[in-house]
């Protein structure tokens, strides 16, 4: 049997009979059914002197999200960054772009913004893109009116980089990544030094670009903006992955019911055979039981323990905080 993928969205099967005669008949292909790594990081350690950086990392970034790796400062993000952007190299491991081993035609494909913003300030948004496209050699100077209708500074095309804020500053710095019209998009801490509304813009503008088909990659310490902005995530913690995966599912919230009783100990053995419960903590005289998020029934709590013969004087829902559950994840 043969699977032949076609680029009118069919699958075309081939089977071959023992009689030497063959036939075909054609399924419906899902798009979603198969899921393609933009980026495939294999097993990349990197070290400065005694101090490692990165310790074996591994893990694929699929097609057209955004993806956010999070962690502390110094747990290896912006050196993660240089490495699959060629301005480090890795002392062991690879990575994939597309499938392939890095080459220039391919890293034509990829916008980055990796520091601040370095432009001439006495020059104009639309001189700046100038000086960055006979650079770079990325795109054509057709395309820098296009980029600026992009990140929303079309309208100040014209005004000297110095006028800008410094979310426009950012903004631009993110336009001349986009010359050439690359599939994928690499930031390094992209709102870092941003007043919220800076933030705010730069947070609008990613969730735009990836909508109009671009891939990103960013690295940010904010665990607020990746919740945000991110549909991915990888978390690193001094060099090391600690996980990955969909943002819902690494970072899911949960619930946290308290409750107290007379006989905390009888209490305690009880709730061990409650359905819903993940975990049990017991804190002095109070016990914290927690739950997947949004299936905390106070009311059906209540009557489990009174069923089992004990009486709550104490039952209060708290919802566990997702800063709580990162600091689980990069804490000791």
């Known amino acids: 049997m043969k699977f032949i993928c076609r680029p009118d969205k069919y699958i075309v099967v081939r089977?071959?009979?023992?009689?030497?005669?063959?036939?075909?008949?054609?399924?419906?292909?899902?798009?979603?059914?198969?899921?393609?790594?933009?980026?495939?990081?294999?097993?990349?350690?990197k070290s400065y002197g005694k101090i490692q950086a990165l310790k074996n990392l591994s893990f694929d970034i699929p097609q057209g999200c955004v993806f956010g790796i999070l962690g502390p400062n110094g747990s290896g993000k912006t050196t993660l960054l240089s490495i699959i952007l060629d301005v480090l190299k890795a002392d062991a491991g690879n990575f994939l772009w597309f499938g392939h081993p890095g080459t220039p035609e391919q890293r034509k494909k990829i916008g980055s913004l990796l520091e601040t913003p370095n432009f001439y300030h006495y020059l104009s948004a639309i001189n700046n893109l100038k000086i960055t496209h006979s650079i770079s050699g990325r795109g054509n100077l057709a395309a820098i009116n296009s980029v600026l209708e992009k990140v929303k500074l079309y309208e100040r095309r014209?005004?000297?980089?110095?006028?800008?804020?410094?979310?426009?500053?950012?903004?631009?710095?993110?336009?001349?990544?986009?010359?050439?019209?690359?599939?994928?998009?690499?930031?390094?801490?992209?709102?870092?030094?941003?007043?919220?509304?800076?933030?705010?813009?730069?947070?609008?503008?990613?969730?735009?670009?990836?909508?109009?088909?671009?891939?990103?990659i960013m690295a940010s310490?904010?665990?607020?903006?990746?919740?945000?902005?991110?549909?991915?995530?990888?978390?690193?913690?001094?060099?090391?992955?600690?996980?990955?995966?969909?943002?819902?599912?690494?970072l899911a919230d949960e619930d946290v019911v308290e409750i107290s009783a007379e006989d905390m100990d009888a209490l305690a053995a009880a709730m061990t055979s409650y359905n819903n419960a993940s975990s049990l903590t017991r804190e002095g005289n109070r016990l914290q039981v927690t739950l997947p998020k949004g299936t905390s029934q106070l009311h059906d709590i209540n009557r489990f323990c009174f069923d089992k013969g004990i009486v709550l004087n104490h039952l209060v829902f708290k919802k566990k905080r997702l800063e709580a559950k990162f600091f689980e994840l990069t804490n000791n």
Request: charged letters at 20%.
């Open 15 to 45: 089977v071959y009979l023992l009689c030497n005669a063959d036939f075909m008949f054609i399924l419906p292909f899902q798009q979603n059914a198969i899921t393609l790594s933009v980026l495939t990081i294999q097993n990349i350690s």
């Open 158 to 216: 014209n005004s000297r980089f110095s006028t800008y804020s410094l979310g426009m500053k950012q903004r631009l710095a993110i336009a001349a990544a986009l010359l050439g019209d690359p599939k994928v998009l690499v930031l390094d801490e992209p709102t870092n030094g941003l007043d919220p509304v800076g933030i705010a813009e730069i947070r609008e503008l990613m969730i735009g670009l990836n909508k109009m088909g671009h891939t990103i």
């Open 221 to 250: 310490h904010l665990l607020d903006e990746v919740e945000k902005v991110c549909t991915h995530v990888a978390i690193l913690k001094k060099g090391e992955l600690i996980t990955t995966g969909n943002v819902d599912d690494v």
